[in-house]
């Protein structure tokens, strides 16, 4: 058999495969058009930084630096302006002074409430015409104390109320409300007193806050005696606390009020001191009367 004529068909073909892969290839090259894409890429990247930020050319500008020069100016002026029309009416620099007190002081002050006949000098302590931190002077007033107590005698009226099976955040919120109204109303009450009997005194809003505000240690007192041991013991320890408070407002807000004939012991004299000292009495007398009336009810 001629072996040579069958084997050049084959050969034939297999070269007419191959000759074809010149006239079109299996795969595309794609290098080429990766290049192509990674230029337009490239180009695209940095036409918006050739082209420029519009912001930076805007902050570049003088007569924008200007108008936020005077922006910020007005801002500032702005803020001290509510600053200074905000401490007219709340002194808020001032309230620092009230809540500069530790742990000594604090310990101190509500011995002197519950006990004040054993305190002899209820002078406030001075410092180049400023009286010194409640720190360092018991007899200075403070509102740590009358905030505390205000904040411990709902505590304590929840406790009471929640003891009898009467509980509940809206009677809480009431109990709330009505003592804070209460304390407001006694404020506003002495401030008015104090205006129509023209009395020249140092005494501010805050001292009266704070004055009005340091009966609520004699009513947890009493509510935590009457919840330990009965109605009883309620009564006792109020009556106790009552006249405590009495005492401890008697000898504190004379200082404030009377003339320093007054402050000295000496007999008063005149109609204008004396209404001093009815209003003196007066200040004095309220407190164990708001005293009962916001805790007897919470003793059953």
């Known amino acids: 058999m001629d072996y040579t004529a069958a084997q050049k068909p084959s050969v034939r073909l297999r070269n007419s495969v191959m000759d074809g892969s010149d006239g079109s290839q299996l795969f595309e090259d794609t290098s080429g058009a990766g290049l192509g894409s990674q230029t337009v ?6 036409g918006p930084q050739a082209a420029g930020i519009p912001g930076q050319s805007l902050l570049s500008d003088p007569m924008s630096n200007l108008a936020m020069a005077y922006g910020s100016s007005l801002a500032s002026q702005g803020r001290e302006m509510v600053d200074k029309n905000l401490d007219r009416f709340i002194p808020i620099s001032k309230l620092k002074y009230y809540f500069a ?3 000594v002081y604090v310990g101190k002050k509500l011995g002197l409430l519950v006990f004040p006949y054993m305190h002899e000098n209820w002078e406030v302590s001075y410092q180049q015409d400023t009286p010194v931190a409640p720190r360092f002077d018991v007899n200075a007033p403070d509102l740590y104390i009358p905030a505390m107590g205000f904040i411990t005698y709902i505590l304590v009226a929840g406790l009471a109320l929640g003891t009898q099976n009467r509980f509940s955040p809206e009677l809480l919120g009431v109990q709330a409300s009505s003592a804070f109204v209460w304390l407001i109303m006694e404020v506003l009450a ?3 007193s104090l ?4 009395v020249n005194t140092d005494l501010t809003t805050i001292d009266l806050l ?9 009513m947890i007192v009493g509510v935590v005696a009457g919840l330990l041991f009965g109605k009883p013991a309620y009564y006792l320890s109020l009556l106790w606390c009552c006249a405590a ?3 401890f407002m008697i000898r504190t807000m004379r200082l404030k009020l009377l003339s320093e004939a007054a402050a000295e012991g000496r007999l008063v004299r005149g109609t204008r001191n004396q209404l001093r000292m009815y209003l003196t009495m007066s200040i004095a007398a309220a407190q164990p009367i708001f005293m009962y009336w916001l805790t007897y009810h919470l003793i059953r």
Do not use: E, H, M
């Not at 890429?41 to 940095?46: D, E, G, I, S, T």
């Not at 205006?195 to 023209?198: A, E, G, K, Q």
């Open 195 to 198: 205006y129509l009997v023209t």
């Open 210 to 218: 704070a004055f009005s505000g340091y009966k609520y240690v004699g």
């Open 101 to 103: 007190v530790d742990t």
């Open 190 to 192: 002495v401030l008015l």
């Open 245 to 247: 408070i009495f005492v």
């Open 41 to 46: 890429y490239r180009n695209q990247q940095a």
